[in-house]
């Protein structure tokens, strides 16, 4: 075909189109359809942008495009949609001259890449459509935008539409974001689309949140602020908490906020079965991503997980047949007096002591931490011991339990982690309290692990690290294989592989997967007390963990990662419709 200027290509005769009615041609490396209808030539991209369905072979009738594959219409002079989970189609200039018909193979392009993909997303979050969610993802990343733009928008999304405020999306989100860059690149991208797709099911159908204002006077005493903000949650009055929490932000410095929210989070035993603490501290992880410019809408959307939580010292497990919650309660009747005692020694960690937290006498339990709290020992150095204990439960929880019980050593270590990722930000006698609550609920756990599962010892393979992660990969795809995952995990490390490999090889796993709110947290804590462990047999525990809970709870069906799989291949321009699908 002749090029008559440098834009503009001769692409067939007005007459042949409009006797035909349609054609399609290829120019400028774009497949492009032509329709003459109502007395005027339009030119469209012939892939239809939900799924690729070949437009050329749609429906046209007065003005309206339909595609025959899932009934998206787009208006067919300027290529909007009808439809939101479609997106619009891009359309070419036309001109007909002397009877000729002539298209310009440039797309109209009303907005650059990376604004079309944050419109998309904020559309996909709207609409909860996981496709959309997927596509933005990906279109953002190849448009370059940093990842924390993305998250910087799924995180202003969830906290303003959702009346409830903070809960397992903006978890999955914060974790996600946690371990991106432990990930391959393309998983990195998975990983954004899990948090955000989560995000999206957890605001649908939800009233928006709508902010109380701070007070007008800011030169109140933190002290005080903090005092307001406890009392506040103490009677459950949401309204006054986040006006108090809102002056505080405005008016205090961020280590004074992030001591006042851990207080109140733990001013009662095991809020919501660990979840509210969790939920403070993936709140403010999240805000070292973003930054703390965002910490106003961001910690106010916790208001209501505290002042609406289960306090376990209500509950008759925490009472009966032993009061547990009275034994915690006499130990942080005088956490300041044990501090202060311990405030000129250092403690180093007995080595029974960790013996002394997986036993079922819970006094000595406490009293040994009590001891340890007089003696120097630090939040930290707590909470690392506790959250160690948490993941052996995990890595010997026995097989013959109910599956549901997965998700009450689950909830231990994930509130343990968060307890120790809290002590690494702040050194505050408070957290002593939530090392406390972890210790008994290791101690509650202990029938679980009744027979306990062995944590395979160190040992020799002569076997290659790649193969062993192979074998890993092979055997998530068959249920139940949860003692061989922690096998295969010890034989790795011993093995010499690297665990940045292993790691990534995990994380892959994971994501392919339907993977539900706990699986998704139970990889992040793993990887963040692996990180944090001073010892091999506690890096061990903390990944046999990992694999084994993975283990328990795959395969799934697999339909995000479908959807994730149909958005790439979209975007690669690769054919996603095959000849003959649309009519099965």
Known sequence: MATT????????????????????????????ALFHHEGEVRAVDNRCPHMGFPLVEGTVDEGVLTCHWHHARFELGCGDTFDPWADDVATYPVEVRDGEVFVRPQPRRDAPPAEHWRSRLQTGLEENLRLVVAKAVIGLDDAGVDRTDVLDRGVRFGTQYREGGWSSGLTILAAMANVALELDPDDRKRAMYTGLRHVASDCAGEPPRFAQPPFEREDVDPDRLASWFRENVEVRDEDGAERVL??????????????MLYAAATDHRYLDTGHTFDFVNKAIETLDHVGWDHADDTLASLIPSLTDAERSEELSSWRQPVDLAGLVEDVTAELDDLAARGADDSWTEPDEFRDLLLSDDPH???????????EGATPQQLASAVAAAAATRV??????????????????????????????RVDDPVLYRGVLDGAVNVYLDRFLNTPPAPVPGPGKTQRAP???????DEMFDTEGRVNEAGRLVA???????DPADLKRRLGHA???EDAGFHTLQALEA??????????????????????????????TRREAEQTFTIASRLLRGEAVHEEGEADD
């Not at 010997?396 to 307890?419: I, K, L, M, P, R």
């Not at 034989?491 to 592989?497: P, V």
Request: glycine share 6%.
């Open 5 to 32: 200027d440098k834009e503009f290509v001769r692409v067939s005769t007005l007459a042949e189109l409009r006797d035909e009615g349609r054609t399609l041609v290829t120019e400028g490396g774009h497949a492009i």
């Open 246 to 259: 809102r002056t505080a932000v405005a008016a205090c410095d961020r280590d004074a906020v992030e001591r």
């Open 364 to 374: 000595a339990i406490v009293d040994g931490i009590r001891d340890a709290i007089a």
């Open 395 to 424: 890595a010997q929880f026995g097989t013959s339990n109910e599956f549901s019980d997965w998700n009450t050593v689950h909830h231990t270590f994930t509130y343990a982690n968060a307890v120790h990722q809290a002590t690494r």
């Open 466 to 472: 790649d193969a062993i992660l192979d074998d890993l």
């Open 491 to 497: 034989g790795f490390l011993d093995s010499g592989g």
């Open 510 to 512: 994971l994501l392919r």
């Open 526 to 555: 793993g990887f963040r007390q692996f990180d944090c462990a001073t010892d091999d047999h506690d890096r061990r525990v903390a990944m046999v963990a990992v694999a084994r809970y993975l283990a328990a709870h795959f395969p």
